[in-house]
T-cell receptor, first 113, second 110 residues
């Protein structure tokens, strides 16, 4: 079955601390992987994506993610969190450029000053 | 590009009324998706179109919901009659290589 698991529902970090949000997927074909961010009252904004090639991908706002096929993971990282990063983060997997995406349930990030 | 455009941004209506949500996808994108987001159920895919043809409507809750895409630049999601449990944020997204989301329509059914 195709699925995305984000095991952490809620994460709290201090401003300036490093961050890693976990994402594991189950997908029968070559996965296309995405991270989206949703600020309160807003739509989902694309942070980064992985289609092929270098397994470490850079995104906007200083985020990066690493695709590890052996672990079926696509974890999101940021070396130093800013208060404005407080939001909900969604990992998603799909199979092609017009295919539907399967979303995880999201991880809510809270940042303390 | 202006991105995905949705209207209205907010809608308050009474139970039993018809509600129509509108979406203009990004020009050149050939897939369009309608999602619903609630606290209880999270983000749910309702229906998606490819080249204006509905491909998968298995997420549409019931016959009260219908969606159309008469051309490549416009889609509607209609709820008739509306019920309080339909209150949610409805997102439209369009895709070429990557899905981009609109700002959403916040629907409140009283």
């Amino acid at each position: 079955a195709q699925s995305v698991t984000q095991p952490d529902i809620h994460i709290t970090v201090s401003e300036g601390a490093s961050l890693e949000l976990r994402c594991n997927y189950s997908y029968g074909a070559t996965p296309y992987l995405f991270w989206y961010v949703q600020s309160p009252g807003q739509g989902l904004q694309l942070l980064l994506k992985y289609f092929s090639g270098d397994t470490l991908v850079q995104g906007i706002k200083g985020f990066e993610a690493e695709f590890k096929r052996s672990q079926s993971s696509f974890n999101l990282r940021k070396p130093s969190v800013h208060w404005s990063d407080a939001a909900e983060y969604f990992c998603a997997v799909g199979g092609g450029n017009t295919d539907k995406l399967i979303f995880g349930t999201g991880t809510r990030l809270q940042v303390f000053p | 590009d202006a991105g995905v455009i949705q209207s209205p941004r907010h809608e308050v209506t009474e139970m039993g009324q018809e509600v129509t949500l509108r979406c203009k996808p990004i020009s050149g994108h050939n897939s369009l998706f309608w999602y619903r987001q609630t606290m209880m159920r999270g983000l749910e895919l309702l229906i998606y179109f490819n080249n204006n043809v509905p491909i998968d409507d298995s997420g549409m809750p019931e016959d009260r919901f219908s969606a159309k895409m008469p051309n490549a630049s416009f889609s509607t999601l209609k709820i008739q009659p509306s019920e309080p449990r339909d209150s949610a944020v409805y997102f439209c997204a369009s895709s070429g290589e990557t899905q981009y989301f609109g700002p959403g329509t916040r629907l409140l059914v009283l």
